[in-house]
């Protein structure tokens, strides 16, 4: 079974001689999921003047297909649907999608400069206890978050000098990310620790990852669901309802 751990608890007790540890972004290093229906929100109000939903959700199939959804709430399609139209020379998805991109990357630049999107403290301790061992952060995002990144990483940006974006690699949840990012830092694969809070992506990296642990973030009523869908078989995850009670 995936263990609950409900006490304070050692990480290289577990994993003693751990390669690299690999960071997700969104809902794991920062608590982001407003911030990213906000910054959704500022995209359409720009870019959307009225009407035309076909358009619209030509734009969500676009993205939904290409699997860069990922992660992101049914609030945002709640968005999309509201959101009227587009204009008639952006009737190309992939068009609009880079026009959203740049509208979103700066309205997360802008709410992470505001304080609104902040690094998790357990997060923040726990990196810096760990700062002899290589990390990384795999995320979905567009490399045009990059900025908000750094902003929102601070002093910790210092030790996640590899950083996988979504253009980087084949999307999660294929553990394609985090071997990218084990190749780039130079280390080994099997004794990586990764932390992440998708369920879909704990189960791939449980089922195919071949790594020493993934620590699975389900905040609370999500842990049993998340101990649910794992089920039997598996010591290589240990779920938390968050990082304040895992020592480095
Ligand atoms: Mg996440």
Known sequence: ????????????????DVSFIGWDFDGTLVHSQRAQVESWRVAFERLLPA???????AVVRHRHESGRFFGMSAEIFGLLEAAAALPPELSCPEQVDGWVAEARAEAMLSLARGGQLRL??????LSL?????????CTSNPRALAPTVDQVLGDLGALMTVRIFGEDT???????CWREAARR???????????????????????EGEVALVIGIAGGESVDSYLGELGAADDGVILVDGLRDVRS
């Open 1 to 16: 079974m995936a263990i609950v751990a409900t006490k304070p608890w050692s990480l290289r007790a577990v994993v003693p």
């Open 51 to 57: 009407e035309v939903r076909e358009r619209v959700q």
């Open 120 to 125: 998790d403290p357990g997060a923040r301790a």
């Open 129 to 137: 206890g760990l700062a002899s061992v290589p990390q990384a952060i």
């Open 170 to 176: 084949p999307p999660k949840p294929d553990p394609a």
């Open 185 to 207: 830092l130079g280390v080994g694969w099997h004794r990586a620790i990764i932390i992440e809070d998708n369920l879909e992506v704990i189960e791939r990296l449980r089922d």
